[in-house]
T-cell receptor, first 110, second 113 residues
Framework: QKEVEQNSGPLSVPEGAIASLNCTYS??????FFWYRQYSGKSPELIMS????GDKEDGRFTAQLNKASQYVSLLIRDSQPSDSATYLC??????????FGAGTRLFVKA | EAGVAQSPRYKIIEKRQSVAFWCNPI?????LYWYQQILGQGPKLLIQ????????DSQLPKDRFSAERLKGVDSTLKIQPAKLEDSAVYLC???????????FGPGTRLLVL
């Protein structure tokens, strides 16, 4: 069973701090990785996608991928209360299937 | 650019009844996905279409769920008969290709009593 694992949290950080969200995946054939943000009662919203090892930055968000360790992370700099949400990690497997983790709940305290 | 459209937004039915959900993807997106998201869990892929062909339906409970994507655009997901455990949010997503970024619709919240 191919899996994507995330710490369910909640992860609580003060406003202005860096929030670090982590994700591991089991299928070594996975090539594409995605981070989604989901507010309560809303549908997932794509934040970033990453396909190659290393870092990818977009504004306050940085995604990191390490295929050797089967590890993906998302850093949120200068966290804001509006960043409080559930963050979903997803991996696109070699079998053309996208598998989502259960998500990590993030709380940013003002 | 219009996003993914879904209807209805909410549905309440009794067990053993049938229900259908509709999805219209982003214009030009060849790949369409139906996910089931149970409260507190991540979305689970039910079925994936590439144009009007099925790419993956390995997690679709085929004894009660069916889906079609006629003409490679709109799609319908049906449950017949519904069970209590089908209470969930049904999300439709689309992408330009099988490994590309997916964009989600607002979802249909189903409650089975």
């Amino acid at each position: 069973q191919k899996e994507v694992e995330q710490n369910s949290g909640p992860l609580s950080v003060p406003e202005g701090a860096i929030a670090s969200l982590n994700c591991t995946y089991s299928d070594r054939g996975s090539q594409s990785f995605f981070w989604y943000r989901q507010y309560s009662g809303k549908s997932p919203e794509l934040i970033m996608s990453i396909y190659s090892n290393g870092d990818k930055e977009d504004g306050r968000f940085t995604a990191q991928l390490n295929k050797a360790s089967q590890y993906v992370s998302l850093l949120i700099r200068d966290s804001q209360p509006s960043d409080s949400a559930t963050y979903l990690c997803a991996a696109h497997t070699g079998g053309f299937k996208t598998i989502f983790g259960a998500g990590t709940r993030l709380f940013v305290k003002a | 650019e219009a996003g993914v459209a879904q209807s209805p937004r909410y549905k309440i039915i009794e067990k053993r009844q049938s229900v259908a959900f509709w999805c219209n993807p982003i214009s030009g997106h060849a790949t369409l996905y139906w996910y089931q998201q149970i409260l507190g869990q991540g979305p689970k892929l039910l079925i994936q279409f590439q144009n009007n062909g099925v790419v993956d339906d390995s997690q679709l409970p085929k004894d009660r769920f069916s889906a079609e994507r006629l003409k490679g655009v709109d799609s319908t997901l049906k449950i017949q008969p519904a069970k209590l455990e089908d209470s969930a949010v049904y999300l439709c997503a689309s992408s330009s290709g099988t490994a590309a970024d997916q964009y989600f619709g607002p979802g249909t919240r189903l409650l089975v009593l």
